[in-house]
């Protein structure tokens, strides 16, 4: 069994950045694809960025943070971050870290193992 438990959230100012880091036990880290993803109120979890496992040499992003967020992983730490730089207000969302998918890597109900989630909010 996997546990994961987000940390880095907080409020920030437009145009502003914040780190989030992910840390896993419980389980081979390395081994796992690991993933972002974001719900803001009022609506359905959605997919952030992703990142492959081993190497992490392979890296998806949604759209909406394509160039202002990056998704890295430290196997030594096993630990998954996603700096996100030029914050919008539309970033304001409760951040969740997701380990292990069967399926297709955008679909939450896909991956298995789930932190708690890390509140980010972004004033205008």
């Known amino acids: 069994q996997v546990q994961l438990v987000e940390s880095g959230g907080g409020l920030v100012q437009a145009g502003g950045s914040l780190r989030l880091s992910c840390a896993a036990s419980g389980g081979t880290f390395s081994s796992y694809p690991m993933a972002w993803f974001r719900q803001a109120p009022g609506k359905e979890r959605a997919f952030v960025a992703t990142i492959s496992p081993l190497s992490g040499s392979t890296t998806f992003y949604a759209d909406s943070v394509q160039g202002r967020f990056t998704i890295s992983r430290d196997n030594a730490k096993n630990t998954v971050y996603l700096q996100m730089n030029s914050l919008k207000p539309e970033d304001t969302a409760v951040y969740y870290c997701?380990?292990?998918?069967?399926?297709?890597?955008?679909?939450?109900?896909?991956?298995?193992?789930w932190g708690q989630g890390t509140q980010v909010t972004v004033s205008s």
């Open positions: 997701a380990a292990d998918v069967s399926g297709s890597w955008k679909e939450p109900q896909d991956w298995y193992y």
